[in-house]
T-cell receptor
Framework: ELKVEQNPLFLSMQEGKNYTIYCNYS?????LYWYRQDPGKSLESLFV?????AVKQEGRLMASLDTKARLSTLHITAAVHDLSATYFC?????????????FGKGTKLSVIP | NAGVMQNPRHLVRRRGQEARLRCSPM?????VYWYRQLPEEGLKFMVY????????ESGMPKERFSAEFPKEGPSILRIQQVVRGDSAAYFC?????????????FGQGTRLTVV
């Protein structure tokens, strides 16, 4: 059974600081997704990483994928309050582009002024 | 182009009643996925459907749960004889197909509360 582990599960950080969220998974896959969820809301797609070494950046967020290490990271640069949300990574175990994803438990991020 | 539409947004059912959750995929999307999210947890895959076909229901409980995606109309997730443990947020996502570089979009979810 595919396991996806995120850490930390809770993260409180001050505005302006940098931090990294880690996502480890237990099986070979070269498709990994990062989502953001605000309380009571749906999931917003942030990044789709499709190959080893993939790196994508959007604003203050940067995601990378190392398929050999089975590790993805989501790096936050100079955090701002608007980034407060829960962040999920999800893995496609079949690598075929279907969305039968296995999600991590999420990292709840609070950015404090 | 409207996004993925789910209704109702909130649903309260008494134990033993039936819950019907609807999902209208984005226009042009023929693949639908249902997920369940328990409080403070990630989403758990339940079922993958294409029009009139169940492709993978490996994540669906064997009893009381069923899903369909008819030729016309929305996809329906049906939970019979609900129990308190069914209380969760149920999300559906849709995509154009199971192809590389397609993207799935999630609906707003239905939050089911069983009392």
């Amino acid at each position: 059974e595919l396991k996806v582990e995120q850490n930390p599960l809770f993260l409180s950080m001050q505005e302006g600081k940098n931090y990294t969220i880690y996502c480890n998974y237990s099986t070979t896959s070269d498709r990994l997704y990062w989502y953001r969820q605000d309380p009571g809301k749906s999931l917003e797609s942030l990044f789709v990483l499709l190959s080893n070494g993939a790196v994508k950046q959007e604003g203050r967020l940067m995601a990378s994928l190392d398929t050999k290490a089975r590790l993805s990271t989501l790096h936050i640069t100079a955090a701002v309050h608007d980034l407060s949300a829960t962040y999920f990574c999800a893995v496609d175990p079949y690598g075929a582009g279907s969305y039968q994803l296995t999600f991590g438990k999420g990292t709840k991020l609070s950015v404090i002024p | 182009n409207a996004g993925v539409m789910q209704n109702p947004r909130h649903l309260v059912r008494r134990r033993g009643q039936e819950a019907r959750l609807r999902c209208s995929p984005m226009k042009g999307h023929s693949h639908v996925y249902w997920y369940r999210q328990l409080p403070e947890e990630g989403l758990k895959f339940m079922v993958y459907l294409q029009k009139e076909n169940i492709i993978d229901e490996s994540g669906m409980p064997k009893e009381r749960f069923s899903a369909e995606f008819p030729k016309e109309g929305p996809s329906i997730l049906r939970i019979q004889q609900v129990v308190r443990g069914d209380s969760a947020a149920y999300f559906c996502a849709s995509s154009q197909g199971a192809m590389m570089n397609t993207e799935a979009f999630f609906g707003q979810g239905t939050r089911l509360t069983v009392v």
